[in-house]
């Protein structure tokens, strides 16, 4: 099956049911074109033989994770947490993890605000200790849900090292720059401040928090159920995506009609 | 000098000079902020003992990318173009690089459209191989600025290995799906579609052809000169930020001046 045979097969009505989101069996064909290098080489991370999880309290890498950011800044402090924690229990590989060396990804690439830096820090330690990389890809995608989703930061640290802050929002995507903005509108300050420094060393302790506990469920189960369907967006929206369309597109969001259409040419 | 000591000198002139822009004192006095850890250990890289580099043939490295983006997708593509082209010369800590371990960072972020893949993937071999990550961040900042300002792809494969295309487009941003988004509206060309596959492939070539430069430059000279200042954007915008303001915002781009008088209450 791929999404050349079923396209006859599809109706308008079929593509915009599910508000505006192509149907599962557009979904099912597109995951044909996506998975045609399913089972290659690429599939397999080697290094899982010399990088080890052990189980890990999510509180303990959360406040490690928080006191790095002020040196280290989002992505290399999220694997700061890991490292130190993992070396703490003896785990193969991490004695002398070169941490600093992603420091780049901070503040969306080199300040860029395109993906807030926790998340490749959490995906970098995630792809490391995973074998198979469909897993990696699950919990990543599950960790983009999360980190778009839930009202951050709620992390609170044993002892307020910048700031007090108020606020906790939802950023609604992973992107750094609408994130951190929506965040200083809510709390009043600017971005070379005291308290956005803190709420981003917080951010990064709840994304290590939460990127323990999916790794700390595959240590103990040896395998990860995904809380979302990976690719879900890449399907649903005819385009790597998130959900948040009408931020930027208003009124005019492009439809995976128009996209879909293009094939038929 | 810190961004305090200096509030009361400015003047509402001094922060709409330059295109709305923040002034230069502003700048300097923000660097001071973003400093404050300088020269802790979190700016050596500790890796750059382990990961080597041996001068490269650009062309050969975007080749080997190209060729291993069908099976990878874009991050461990250009991983894999260094890998097999440094493994290939002999350079230390690349025969057994986990190239697959890094594959979710693809399409955005596991296909969330947020970094595209193909400047992780560079930033991942940048930061390893190089050991004052004041040298990683000038890189991976002079990248996205090649990425969103240059006409792409304009690599030519030795033989093309999906689907012949035609259009080249520039981003204005390192955004995956804005990038490729542009991209397959010029081409009238689905996500799923073999034209789609080709153009990252290329992309992919053309990213890690310029990370080769940047690193043989590196490599002969001991040094690297960053062609645009490192955290400009954060400084010029007040917040981690690209240069396209107006593709979201619209008429009603924030104002610097909103996020500094937000220090003064």
Not at 26 to 39: D, R, W
Not at 175 to 195: D, Y
Not at 242 to 257: A, E, F, I
Request: net charge positive; charged share 20%.
């Amino acid at each position: 099956m791929n999404l050349l045979d079923n396209k006859k097969e599809m109706s308008r009505r079929d593509m915009l049911i599910n508000g505006g989101k192509v149907a599962a069996v557009t979904a099912v064909a597109a995951m044909g074109v996506l998975q045609t290098v399913k089972k290659s080489e690429a599939y397999e991370n080697t290094g899982a033989a010399t990088y080890k999880y052990l189980k890990l309290d999510p509180q303990e890498v959360a406040q490690s994770t928080y006191e790095n950011y002020f040196k280290r800044w989002c992505t290399s402090s999220v694997i700061a947490g890991f490292a130190e924690n993992l070396k703490k229990k003896g785990a193969a590989g991490w004695n002398d993890f070169p941490i600093d060396a992603y420091r780049w990804a901070h503040g969306g690439f080199a300040g860029w605000g395109a993906l807030c830096g926790t998340m490749p820090g959490a995906g970098i330690v995630i792809g490391l200790v995973t074998k198979d990389t469909d897993v990696a890809e699950a919990m990543t995608n599950d960790l983009a849900f999360y980190y778009s989703y839930t009202d951050l930061p709620s992390f609170v640290p044993a002892k307020v090292l910048k700031a007090p802050i108020k606020h906790m929002t939802m950023a609604g995507t992973p992107v750094c720059h609408i994130s951190v903005g929506k965040w200083m509108r809510a709390e009043g300050v600017a971005f070379l401040s005291n308290e956005r420094q803190e709420r981003c060393a917080r951010l990064a302790a709840n994304v290590a928090a939460e990127a323990t506990t999916m790794l700390n469920t595959y240590y103990v189960d040896g395998t990860y159920k995904p809380k979302h369907k990976p690719l879900y967006n890449v399907l649903a929206n005819g385009i790597t995506s998130q959900n948040n369309c009408s931020d930027c597109h208003g009124q005019s969001v492009p439809s995976p009609r128009e996209t879909y259409e293009s094939l038929e040419k």
